[in-house]
């Protein structure tokens, strides 16, 4: 220990180590990186799921910082804890069809879906509640009172209804007029004109069929249309006023029939003025998605087979993206079931309690093309939007940024310890120049001892000398020394820590 005292290339060395340290762990500290990118998992769906049917949900995986799609596989589904064999479509997002298990419990059981998923080298299970219906999902409607009429002073009622739930913008609409009686019965025959600048000359003529009803084409390119319409029988006349609000919706479905026979599939049109991109299109019977589909328009044209369905009504609901459609959806009615078209189609309508039912009311002998195309725009109704089931992106956030603040916090401890190493420096030094002016009063006193002038009075001065150089030196050095020994130690072991943080956490 004497030596490694005594040593002057010692103390420079462990100046030398402690500012390397510092200076290696300060450009360690600058040149952290964010921990890498990851990918965030969810699951798109209705929430709700039938006894006994299929079910369907989306799965996807987006990285984080890049916004990007990541190519996902899905490896297991369990319900309640049990295996379910699953069929899985797609890339971005995956689709993955399932059959519920047929359970004679109450409406309303909530069962535990999980989905073992793994993209980019990660796997995640996710936790997903299910509301599971028993029976058929449409059936659950709360009655509610018929609409009624609200009074009026003039001779016809006129109301407008287009096919897709509105009129969707750049797209051509079919817009169904129904011309009623004060009463509420159909008025056949009845001349209506409807005025625009914007419709061919000026304005479109018509004539109400037997049930009252009349339709014109829109090509919705204007934010909005005030119509202005007069319906005439005979003497009687009434003038109307309307504006039409264009949705920013971007297609629309239409289906070659009305009603769809059980065990019968049909080719959906999905009509839409974009090109080249991807439409998400979910069957779903109530809020149950009984399948979901991703339909390429640019390779894959724009039919969507549909069935063989049971009977019963369903709702055909898509949009281009996969979990938050905004506005730009396509919703379209589905009735599946034997025996008259119309009396199905009437039953449907009178179920939901849509409109007063003498708007129900259909002559037999009038063409029914019209009226099935009016009933089923008054079916058409807004999609249940895709929920967000699960979603890892806050937990994947969260946990980067305790990474990121780990990271942080190292390098700081180690700062913290080379800071240290640089007060026991100091220590050194203050240590060192006591004990260098304790040897300097040695050498004085030694000096006044050889000189034989000193008088009896500065013997006593030269005694408190001689006691002050000499007090406490020895724990002095040895306290020195230990401080020499934990400061090389530790310069050794701070360059380590040091270089080692460097390698790790910025490679």
Known sequence: MARLRSSPWVRRGTFIGVGLAVFVLGATYLSLRYPDDMPSFMVIGSGWAASGETTAVRVRARMIDARSAADIDVERVELDGEELAFEERGHDPVTVSFR????????????????????????????????????????????????????????FRLSLIAEGAGVVARLENRVYVKVRSPEGASVAGAKVSIKHSALPDGGVKLVTDGNGLAVFTLEAKRPSYTLKMKVQKGEASAEFEETISPSGRQMLLRAPQAVLRPGETEEIDVDTWRRGVSVFCDLRRGPVWLWSKQLNLGTDGHMLP?????????????????????????????????????ELLQSRVARAEIVNPAALEMNEAAKDELAAGYFLALLNQPPMMPTLLANTRS?????????????????????????????????????????????????????????????????????????????????????????????????????????????????
């Open 100 to 155: 519920m298990p047929a359970s004679t419990e109450a409406t309303g059981r909530t069962a535990q879906l999980r989905i073992t998923a793994t993209s980019k080298g990660r796997t995640e299970t996710l936790e997903v509640p299910l509301e599971v219906l028993s029976g058929d999902p449409s059936h659950d409607v709360v009655p509610t009172p018929p609409p009624k009429l609200p009074k009026t002073d003039k001779a």
């Open 306 to 342: 549909v069935g063989p369905l049971a009977p019963g009504r369903y709702d055909l609901q898509c949009y281009f993206h996969a979990h938050t459609p905004g506005s730009t959806w396509a919703t379209l009615p589905i009735i599946v079931g034997d025996g008259d078209r119309m």
């Open 395 to 507: 937990a994947d956030q969260e946990t980067r940024e305790l990474a990121w603040d780990a990271k942080k916090r190292l390098v700081l401890i180690a700062l913290g310890v080379v800071f240290v190493l640089v007060v026991l420096l100091v220590f050194d030094l203050i240590l060192a120049n006591i004990l260098a002016q304790r040897d300097r009063m040695r050498a004085y006193a030694a000096d006044l001892a050889a000189d034989g002038d000193i008088i009896e009075d500065d013997g006593d001065e030269l005694d408190d000398l001689v006691f002050a150089a000499h007090k406490d030196r020895a724990n002095l050095v040895r306290t020195r020394g230990i401080v020499l020994v934990v400061l090389v130690g530790g310069t050794i072991v701070a360059n380590l820590v040091a270089f080692i943080l460097l390698m790790v956490l910025i490679r």
